[in-house]
């Protein structure tokens, strides 16, 4: 049986089952799906087949969502094959777990690029399939309000595929918010899981999962000043559980401001305070541990091991 479709909505809303559909999308829903076709409509019964000519379907700043159906799959191999260049994009998977919605990065040169300002990107799977993956999501120079919410960053081999960096904003790249990521780029060469490349301003870290085996440090920002940072929420694991890695977990160059507040900090340092080496910023409530198995230490508060 086809769906109902009413392109106009409803002046006065509705109700399906009792329950009344408060909102609807201002702009247009377009769908991909395994399995689909370019040549489709890209409804829920014949979605598109990529998300890239997905994007290239909508309007800028009318507010169109693309929804990607659960278990999709798609490998890219070149920084050009996801390219959000539309500003006010939405782009949400549904499924959660196993069923979420893959990017499979098939090649080191592989990337997201994120190009306009006002997109979101939910609920999805980035994957690295090969070692020395450059950059997972690339928010471009200029852009402004991009966000990552409740996605997955990981790896196939956890010893050998990483992404060296796997959320990176650029120049003036501001007000970004990664919410709810769950980060883990296992034991291979991992630099950054995200890294401010030059200066930022405005960008929130939130209640985000960070955990791998990064050379500099989970967060990173240490080439430009960046201001107005707020990470806060986060917990933030630097190594293996058997040996946690002598570097910080937030690195940020001297003079940078905000606040990092609420952190679990992990890893293996000579004191608690230098598992956050962001001398300018507000710290508030961040809490360190070099041993998993043992108890926790605030950061500020001196005691017998600092």
């Known amino acids: 049986?086809?769906?109902?479709?009413?392109?106009?909505?409803?002046?006065?809303?509705?109700?399906?089952?009792?329950?009344?559909?408060?909102?609807?999308?201002?702009?247009?829903?377009?769908?991909?799906g395994t399995g689909g076709s370019n040549g489709n409509k890209g409804t829920f019964d014949r979605p598109f087949e990529t998300i890239d000519y997905?994007?290239?379907?909508?309007?800028?700043?009318?507010?169109?969502?693309?929804?990607?159906?659960?278990?999709?799959?798609?490998?890219?191999?070149?920084?050009?094959?996801?390219?959000?260049?539309?500003?006010?994009?939405?782009?949400?998977?549904?499924?959660?777990?196993?069923?979420?919605?893959?990017?499979?990065?098939?090649?080191a040169a592989a990337s997201v690029s994120i190009a306009a300002d006002n997109v979101a990107m939910q609920n999805i799977n980035f994957h690295a399939n090969v070692p020395e993956v450059v950059v997972g999501v690339d928010i471009q120079d200029g852009v402004d309000y991009a966000a990552l919410l409740g996605c997955k960053v990981d790896v196939e081999t956890t010893a050998t595929d990483e992404f060296f960096i796997s959320i990176q904003t650029n120049d003036a790249s501001n007000f970004a918010l990664i919410e709810g990521c769950d980060i883990d780029n296992g034991l291979g060469a991992a630099v950054h899981a995200i890294k401010f490349t030059k200066d930022t301003d405005g960008t929130i870290i939130r209640g985000c999962t960070i955990q791998g085996d990064y050379s500099t440090a989970n967060i990173g920002g240490i080439t430009t000043l960046s201001t107005k940072l707020d990470i806060d929420g986060n917990l933030l694991i630097n190594g293996a559980a058997t040996a946690l890695n002598?570097?910080?977990?937030?690195?940020?160059?001297?003079?940078?401001?905000?606040?990092?507040?609420?952190?679990?900090?992990?890893?293996?340092?000579?004191?608690?305070?230098?598992?956050?080496?962001?001398?300018?910023?507000?710290?508030?409530?961040?809490?360190?541990?070099?041993?998993?198995?043992g108890t926790g230490g605030l950061i500020g508060v001196v005691s017998a091991d600092d």
């Open 1 to 32: 049986m086809p769906i109902s479709n009413y392109p106009k909505g409803f002046a006065n809303g509705i109700n399906l089952r009792g329950l009344p559909i408060l909102n609807t999308y201002p702009g247009k829903v377009f769908w991909v």
């Open 54 to 107: 997905a994007i290239g379907r909508c309007t800028a700043n009318r507010g169109d969502v693309i929804l990607i159906k659960s278990n999709y799959y798609e490998e890219i191999t070149t920084a050009a094959d996801i390219t959000v260049d539309i500003a006010g994009v939405t782009i949400i998977g549904m499924g959660r777990g196993s069923d979420m919605p893959m990017i499979d990065y098939g090649a």
């Open 246 to 293: 002598t570097e910080p977990v937030i690195e940020l160059l001297t003079g940078s401001t905000g606040i990092v507040r609420n952190n679990y900090c992990v890893c293996d340092l000579a004191t608690k305070l230098a598992a956050i080496a962001a001398n300018s910023v507000l710290l508030f409530e961040n809490y360190y541990n070099e041993d998993l198995t």
